[in-house]
């Protein structure tokens, strides 16, 4: 199939208002409506109980967003009543039929909205107490998060939102669960047919700043990456034989660069998804370094629960295959409001003025998808 003919057939259904999305590269995978849909509750075995609960509902897949932090409740294993696949073979229905699709909906504009951002104190505040705690404790590196609110004059059609990001940011994995909504270019980890795969990020760049890339030569950045990969590289060889790993590049995703590391390699005989999402989630692209400690630091510091922004986002199947992202560039729109959510990899010797311009850029695609920059 032609990126032509994927793209026309893409819009096609994208116009039909999926209420639940996962698009990356040329497959997609689109649902409507609600066959079942359960929490998969809290703990490290929630992975497990999400694949049980599809093996238990009979359904061929299902699409899951889980929450950050394996103590909060709040994440979704969602079976759509009509699920259809668009890939290299054109389009065809895992559930239901072509009878069973909505009608395509009337092109809308996206109404008026505004940002309602926190300021620059406020993150200071909060790297100054991270690199205290960094200083004064076991603890390399602390992932950092800020939620801003945009408020708009009328609903927001999330569908829109969907489909700009669709188009925005094609190399990335762009997702839709119960109105939360984003495109993260972080692959988390892919199992098919027995091939295990992963990209580690960390560090970001503005690609129409020249000078930008020269800090993807810091020491800072540097080490912050190696942290992020060796954290993929040390779970994924529990999991696999013969994994490889890339050298370290410079990735472009929209209009962000960054530090990227792949990985590949043959799962041992009877690894099933949620064995390496247990085994990776929460990589130190997201938590830090140690894991544990980092997570304390973000418990302690943090004053807002981050929900499911950072934590696995995709989709798998009643086989044990799947593709999970880490959900980032994201938020959650509902009615006039979108909450959407940033954050920075914080070590010693950090600036707090950096970090914050960093997670401004971050924003970007979810911004230019609202209709805010």
């Known amino acids: 199939m032609t990126a032509e003919h994927f793209d026309s057939l893409l819009r096609e259904a994208l116009a039909r208002a999926p209420g ?8 997609a995978l689109l649902g409507w409506g609600e066959s079942s849909r359960f929490d998969p509750g809290t703990g490290a075995d929630r992975f497990e109980r999400a694949m049980r609960g599809l093996r238990s509902s009979g359904a061929p897949a299902a699409m899951a967003s889980f929450t950050f932090d394996e103590d909060d409740g709040g994440s979704i294993v969602l079976v759509p009543e009509v699920l259809m696949r668009i890939d290299e073979n054109g389009a065809r229905f895992l559930i239901g039929s072509n009878d069973d699709l909505p009608a395509p909906r009337a092109p809308v504009d996206l109404p008026t909205g505004n940002l309602v951002e926190d300021g620059p104190e406020e993150w200071v505040s909060l790297v100054r107490e991270a690199l205290t705690a960094i200083g004064s404790r076991e603890v390399e590196k602390v992932v950092l998060s800020r939620r801003v609110i945009a408020r708009f004059e009328g609903e927001v059609p999330v569908h829109v939102v969907l489909a700009r990001l669709a188009r925005s940011e094609p190399g990335s994995h762009t997702f839709l669960i119960d109105r939360f909504v984003g495109s993260s270019p972080e692959l988390l980890v892919s199992l098919a047919a027995g091939t295990v795969r992963s990209i580690s990020l960390a560090g970001s760049a503005d690609l129409e700043d020249p000078a930008a890339a020269a800090s993807f030569d810091t020491q ?4 912050e990456h190696a942290l992020a990969a060796d954290s993929v590289d040390e779970a994924l060889a529990h999991f696999c034989s013969n994994l490889e790993r890339s050298e370290t590049r410079i990735a472009t995703y929209g209009d962000i660069q960054h ?14 998804i949620p064995d390496l999402l247990d085994g990776l989630h929460p990589t130190a692209a997201v938590a830090g370094t140690p894991t544990k400690s980092a997570l304390e630091v973000i418990r302690e510091l943090e004053g807002h629960d981050r929900g499911r922004y950072a934590g696995p986002v995709g989709w798998f199947d ?8 880490i959900a980032l560039r994201c938020g959650t729109v509902h009615g006039r409001t979108a909450t959407l959510y940033t954050g920075a990899g914080i070590l010693q010797g950090s600036d707090a003025g950096l970090e914050f311009e960093e997670t401004r850029l971050k924003l970007r695609p979810m911004l230019g998808a609202l209709g805010l920059n």
Do not use: N
């Open 20 to 27: 639940a999305a996962w698009v990356h590269s040329r497959m």
């Open 220 to 223: 800072k950045m540097i080490r």
């Open 259 to 272: 530090l990227a590391t792949s990985f590949e390699g043959r799962a041992h005989p009877g690894t099933e």
């Open 318 to 325: 009643r086989a044990g295959d799947g593709e999970f992202a």
